[in-house]
């Protein structure tokens, strides 16, 4: 990979981060990303296509279809981009340590 080509995977992992920022649990006031609930996202080599994991912060969520498409969509929606598999996963258990310092803030929790 060139250094060209570096610059533009970054730039291209940095807007995927954006778009994630933007999906949100509709019963949770704070993102997916944030929330933790993103545990991988890897770009295959021609930048093309995105393969997530992420989970719910419980197996039951009545919200996970929803969520998981506007996650999609919205990757979807990168320039460049014509794949998107996200796989939803369960391990590890997700648990509020896994929330940023940002997201704890605004749900009230002590960091």
Same mark, same amino acid.
């Given at each position: 990979?060139?250094?060209?080509?570096? +610059?533009?995977?970054?730039?291209?992992? +940095? $807007?995927?981060?954006?778009?994630?920022? =933007?999906?949100?649990?509709? $019963?949770?006031?704070? #993102?997916?990303?944030?929330?933790?609930?993103?545990?991988?996202? *890897?770009?295959? $080599?021609?930048?093309? %296509?995105?393969?997530?994991?992420? =989970?719910? =912060?419980?197996?039951?969520?009545? %919200?996970? +279809?929803?969520?998981? *498409?506007?996650?999609?969509?919205? @990757?979807? #929606?990168?320039?460049?981009?014509?794949?998107?598999?996200?796989? @939803?996963?369960?391990?590890?258990?997700?648990?509020?340590?896994?929330? %940023?310092? *940002?997201?704890? @803030?605004?749900?009230?929790?002590?960091?």
């Amino acid at each position: 990979m060139n250094a060209e080509e570096f +610059e533009n995977k970054q730039k291209l992992e +940095e $807007e995927i981060v954006k778009m994630l920022k =933007t999906v949100y649990d509709p $019963e949770i006031p704070v #993102s997916i990303y944030d929330l933790g609930l993103v545990y991988r996202v *890897e770009l295959n $080599e021609q930048c093309d %296509s995105i393969d997530m994991d992420m =989970t719910m =912060t419980a197996p039951n969520c009545p %919200s996970a +279809e929803f969520i998981m *498409e506007d996650a999609r969509l919205k @990757l979807m #929606s990168i320039n460049g981009i014509q794949n998107v598999n996200i796989n @939803l996963v369960f391990e590890p258990e997700w648990n509020k340590d896994m929330m %940023s310092e *940002e997201a704890k @803030l605004e749900l009230g929790f002590d960091i």
